[in-house]
C-alpha cells in the first residue's frame, strides 16, 4: 500500500490529540487501572507507537505448507492467497490479530468471566453474571468434543491460533494496542478456546434472554389469558417470511403449565434488579427485543439483471473496530469474500463465485427458565416429588490487585442457577449444547449449489437463523435453519414449572420441517418476524413488531423489478409504518387549538424519519406520550409494554377496552379519549425540534467502557426510528446495522457492494480505525472486488514462506 511521505507526522498529531482525550476520558478510572504515565512514555507509550506505526513487525512463519500470500487493498482488506485451506486460516489469524488484537482478547474475557483479571474488583459483579451463564463451561465442552473427533474443526482452530501467536511474537512492546498500554497488561497466548468463546458469545447476543418480566407482573396480575392477548403470538399485521401464510386464526401448540400461581405472586412485587449483579455487562444484555435483522432475495424474474439478487443488513451493536472484519481467502477449493467475527476460522457471511448468503436472527425460543422450590437449606429442590440436591460449582476469580475470589454457585438438571428478583431459576439454553457452527460455516463457504449448501446449513445449530442465500443459476430461498427444541409438553412460553420434567427437551425439530421460502420467481424477505403461521413446531410465543417486514414486502411487491441501486435504497429506507398506521387515526377528530396545527402538519407529512424532520420528532413525542397514558397499570415498565401494532388494533377497535380507562383521572376514558390527550401533550412538548437535533447514533469502542470516550466515535445525528427498515431505536442509537451488503449473481464473479460503520483496524491511529464510517452515515458503499491475482490487490504484501525442513 502508498503511503505519503508525512503519514507518519500526521500520526503524530493524531497521537498528541488523542493523547489529551484519553487524559480527559481517564479521570473516571476503571478500577484505577488505566495508566496515563504508560501512555506518555516517550518510548513505549503513543509517541513510540506512532513513530513506528508505518511499519509492519517482522511476520514470524508458523508452520505454512506452501507459499502464501497476503495482499492489503486500498481499504486494509486482506486478500489471502494460499495453497491450502489451513495456510488460508493461518494467513487469516495473522491478519486479524494484526488489526484487532485486542478485541481479540476482550471479547473471549467477556464470554469467560474474566474482565476483573485486568479491570479490578469494579468488573466482578459482571464477571459473576457472565459465569453463571456457563458460556465458558459449554465452550470448553466443545473444545473437548472437537478435540477428540480430532477433524477439520480442530485443524482450522489450530491453524488460526497460530496465525494469532505468530503476530503476538513478532510484536515489540512499543506497538502494543493503546488499550494494552492504558491497562499495563501483555497479550495472552491465544488458543482454540478463545475462538469457541467469541462464537459463544455471538450466540449469547442472538439467544440467551432474562426471564421475561411482562410475563412474570401479566400473568400474576392478569392472567395467563390476558397475557396472551397482549403478547399475541401473531402480531396484528404480521407477514411471514414464507408466503402463502396469511392466516390471522392460528391457534399455537397448547401453552406450558406455568410455574405455580402462588409462587409467581411472590415474585410480582421483588426489587427489578435481577440479583445478577451486572454492572459492565449491561453493555452485554443478550438478546435485545427490537435489535434484528433485515435480509430478503430477488428471483431472475423480479431483476433488472436477469440474475439473483441478495440483500442483507445485520443490526447488531455498533462498535469501532466494528464487530465484523472483512477478508477474502482464495485457496485452490474456494474464493470466498465477505465478513467473519474476529477470532472466527471461516468467512461467517460472505459470496462465492456460485453464491451469496447473508443471515437475520430468527429470535426462536432457544432457552427455557424454570422456578425451583428449594428447601429451607437452599442445598435441595424438588423435583417430581424428590429433593434433588443442587451441584454445587466453586468459581475462582482472578481479581487484578486483589487476592483471588473463591465462589459457590449452583446447578440443577435443568442447567444453571440465576437469582431473578429473589427467586431460584433454572436456565436451559441452546448456549449450553454441542455446537457444528464452524463446520457448517466452513462447507458454506466451500459450497458450489443450492443443493451443497443446503447439506451445509443441515449442519447449523445455533444461533438459530433465517438465512438467505442465491446462487449464479437463478435460485433463491431464505430458510429457518438451527436447533429447535422438542418438549415433553406444550411449549417454552414464560417461566416453567421447575418441580416437572414437563418442559424436558427430549429432541430436535428436523431441518425438513422447518419453514422454507423459494423466491425463484419471485422474492422472499425477513426482518425478525415469525418466519411461518404453521402450528405444527413451536418456535416462539412472542415476535418482534410487524413494521420492517411490511416495510420490506411493500417496497419489493410495489415494482415488478429491482436494481443493485434499488437494494441500497431499501436499506436506507426510514419511512415508519408505525406513523403510516397511527396518523389517519387523528383525522379530523376535535383537538385543542395548539394542538390541531401540528395534527395538520403530520397529515401532509411524508411518514419519514429524516433528520431534518420536525414531523418525526412530533411523531415521536407522540407514540411515548401514548403509551405512556395507555399503560398506566402496574406491571408495565417501558421495557414491558405490549408492541404498537396491538396498541393500534386496540384504537381501532376502540370497543371500551379496560386499557383505555388512564388510572390518574376519574372518569373513564375511550380510545378516542387517549388519542386526543396523548397527541396534544406531545404537540405541547415537541416544539418543533428536527429529529436529528433528538436522534443521534453513537459508535462505542468494542469494550463499551465509558472510560475509553476517546476512541468512541459521536453522537452523529442519525435517521431512522424503531423497525424502519434502517433502524435507529431509541434517542441515542447504539445498535443499528453492523453490516450492510448487496450482490447481483448474474456476473461471474458475482456484483456486490459493502458498508460497515467503522474500518479493519483496532488502532485509533490508523487511517483504517474508522476510515468506512462516513460513507456508512451517507448510506454508501464500496465494491467488494476479488482481483484474481496478489499483484492486482495493492501495494501492500505479506509473504509467508514454509518453514525449511
Known sequence: MKRSRFFPTIRLIAAAILLGAVIVGAN???????????????????????????????????????????????????????????????????????????????????????????????????????????????????LQRIESENGIELALLNAFSEGV???????????????????????????????????????YDLSYRPPDDAYLDVVSRYGRATYDSLYPSVMPYSVPIVSGDVSRDVADATPS????????????????????GRTLSDAFPGHIDGVGSNNWVVGPPMSTTGGSLLAGDMHLSLTVPPIWYEARLVTPETDVRGVTIPGAPVI?????????????????????HFLLREDSTGANYLFEGEWLPFEQIVDTFAVRGEAPRIETRRRTRFGPVIEHRGAPIAIRWVGHRPNGTIVALREMNRATSIESFETAIRLWDSPMQNIAYADNHGRARIRTTGFVPVRRAGDGCGLLDGTSDAGDWVGRVPFESLPVAIADAGYAASANQRP?????????????????????????????SHSLTDMQAYQSDVLS????????LLGD?????????????????????????????????????????????????????????????????????????????????????????????????????????????????????????????????????????????????????????????????????????????????????DSGLDAYLRFDYHPLERPRDPSSVGDQVIVFEPQSR
Not at 167 to 193: D, F, K, N, T
Not at 348 to 368: C, E, M, P, R
Not at 577 to 584: G, I, K, M, S, Y
Open 577 to 584: 409504518e408505525q406513523a403510516r398506521l397511527f396518523v389517519p
Open 589 to 769: 377528530r376535535e383537538l385543542a387549538a395548539s394542538a390541531r396545527g401540528a395534527a395538520d402538519e403530520l397529515a401532509m407529512w411524508d411518514r419519514v424519519m429524516d433528520v431534518a424532520s420536525t414531523e418525526a420528532t412530533l411523531f415521536s413525542a407522540w407514540m411515548d406520550s401514548l403509551q405512556l397514558m395507555l399503560w398506566d397499570e402496574p406491571g408495565f415498565t417501558p421495557e414491558e409494554r405490549p408492541h404498537l401494532a396491538l396498541v393500534h388494533k386496540l384504537l381501532v377497535d376502540d370497543n371500551g377496552n379496560k386499557w383505555f380507562d388512564r388510572r390518574a383521572t376519574p372518569a373513564r376514558e375511550s380510545g378516542n379519549d387517549i388519542l386526543k390527550a396523548s397527541f396534544e401533550a406531545a404537540a405541547a412538548s415537541a416544539a418543533g425540534a428536527k429529529w436529528g437535533d433528538v436522534h443521534s447514533v453513537t459508535v462505542r469502542h468494542v469494550s463499551r467502557l465509558t472510560q475509553l470516550k476517546a476512541l468512541w466515535r459521536g453522537p452523529y445525528p442519525y435517521p431512522g426510528y424503531v423497525e424502519t427498515l434502517s433502524p435507529g431505536p431509541g434517542k441515542n442509537v447504539v445498535h443499528s446495522a453492523s453490516w450492510r451488503v448487496v450482490v447481483d449473481l448474474s456476473t461471474v464473479p458475482p456484483t456486490a457492494y459493502g458498508s460497515m460503520p467503522g474500518g479493519q483496524s483496532g488502532d485509533p491511529l490508523s487511517p483504517f480505525y
Open 257 to 276: 403449565p406455568p410455574a405455580a400461581s402462588a409462587w409467581l405472586a411472590g415474585l410480582v412485587d421483588a426489587p427489578r434488579q435481577s440479583g445478577d
Open 532 to 560: 411461518t403461521l404453521r402450528n405444527d413446531i413451536y418456535l416462539h410465543c412472542r415476535w418482534q413488531q410487524p413494521f420492517r417486514a411490511s416495510r420490506i414486502n411493500t417496497l419489493l411487491s410495489s415494482r415488478s
Open 165 to 203: 501467536n505468530a503476530y503476538i511474537e513478532s510484536l515489540e512492546r512499543h506497538r502494543l494496542p493503546i488499550e494494552y498500554r492504558l491497562l499495563g497488561v501483555a497479550p495472552e497466548r491465544y488458543e482454540p478456546l478463545k475462538s469457541l468463546l467469541v462464537l459463544q458469545l455471538m450466540t
Open 348 to 368: 461467517v457471511t460472505g459470496i462465492t463465485d456460485s453464491l451469496a448468503w447473508s443471515f437475520t436472527n430468527t429470535a426462536s425460543d432457544q432457552i427455557d
Open 28 to 142: 473516571v478510572p476503571v478500577a484505577g487501572y488505566l495508566g496515563i504515565g504508560r501512555v506518555v512514555d516517550p518510548v513505549h507509550g503513543l509517541y513510540g507507537a506512532a513513530r513506528s506505526a508505518a511499519a509492519d513487525p517482522r511476520p514470524i512463519d508458523s508452520g505454512y505448507e506452501a507459499t502464501t500470500t497476503v495482499a492489503i487493498d486500498d481499504r486494509g482488506v486482506p486478500h489471502i492467497f494460499a495453497d491450502s485451506e489451513t495456510d488460508a486460516v493461518r494467513a487469516l489469524g495473522f491478519a486479524v490479530a494484526r488489526d484487532r488484537l485486542f478485541q481479540l482478547e476482550y471479547l473471549p474475557r467477556v464470554a469467560s468471566g474474566r474482565l476483573s483479571e485486568i479491570l479490578g474488583e469494579a468488573a466482578l459483579d459482571t464477571d459473576r453474571f457472565l459465569r453463571r451463564t456457563e458460556m465458558g463451561v459449554a465452550a470448553k465442552r466443545n
